[in-house]
């Protein structure tokens, strides 16, 4: 894909769902008075934002895997954290033994079949280090219906993207949104949204949304996902409470 194709995409995917939450915005807050508006049509709005937000951090990420996959790499041309994130499916194989076929007899123990998957998961490597290399974006880019600052955080460290590329003053927003979303979606929310607290992280998530369409094409441009040292990409610091 070509770097404005890239562009475009982002542009215009984000395009549509901002242009929807502003429909929404006008149909379900008419009234010039934020203490007028209805409870319903705040929470109608807010789980649509966290829809959106998610919908779009996804499509912007997968768009990023697909611009490396294109490239056809190897193991050795890429950072080590987009070759973990093509070996995700085979450390879940080695966790669980999900989608493996043990050798050996059905008598086998629980030591012998752990042992079996460790020597399937090393000769799997063995073979991903020496072929081009693919990262499948349903499941490196996984938002785990979760999207929040945990999972943008380990999204960004998983495909190699400095977390220092990404204001932190987004984060509260991020977790407002979510928080949000899943008491109502659980029930646990019912009471009124407050007003300016709606409006302040409706707008840091647009804003966000916007900021990740120009991160993932600067990632793309100046291609942040080859080797470099790796203090460029620091261990994920754990957030200081607030």
Excluded at 19 to 31: M, P, S, V
Excluded at 87 to 106: K, P, V, W, Y
Excluded at 225 to 230: H, I, K, L, V
Aim: glycine residues 4%.
């Amino acid at each position: 894909m070509k770097l404005s194709d890239l562009r475009l995409e982002l542009e215009e995917d984000l395009s549509w769902r901002l242009d929807e939450l502003r429909h929404l915005r006008n149909e379900l807050l008419a009234n010039p008075d934020p203490e007028s508006w209805p409870v319903s049509a705040l929470r109608a709005i807010l789980v649509m934002q966290y829809a959106h937000l998610e919908g779009f951090a996804r499509h912007a990420f997968s768009l990023y895997i697909d611009a490396i996959n294109a490239k056809g790499l190897k193991a050795i041309e890429l950072k080590p954290h987009l070759f973990a994130a093509a070996c995700i499916a085979e450390f879940e194989a080695l966790r669980t033994g999900a989608g493996q076929s043990d050798e050996g007899s059905a008598d086998d123990g629980i030591l012998t079949r752990r042992a079996v998957r460790q020597v399937n998961f090393v000769q799997r490597v063995r073979e991903l280090n020496e072929a081009t290399i693919t990262i499948d974006p349903q499941v490196a880019a996984s938002m785990e219906m979760n999207f929040g600052t945990d999972v943008l955080r380990r999204t960004l460290y998983r495909l190699g993207i400095p977390e220092s590329e990404v204001s932190r003053s987004y984060f509260h927003s991020l977790e407002f949104v979510r928080r949000t979303r899943n008491d109502i979606a659980h029930g646990s929310r019912k009471s009124r949204i407050d007003v300016r607290l709606f409006n302040v992280h409706r707008r840091k998530c647009e804003q966000f949304m916007n900021d990740l369409a120009r991160l993932i094409t600067s990632a793309v441009s100046r291609e942040w996902f080859r080797p470099f040292p790796m203090q460029g990409i620091p261990e994920p610091r754990t957030p200081v409470e607030a």
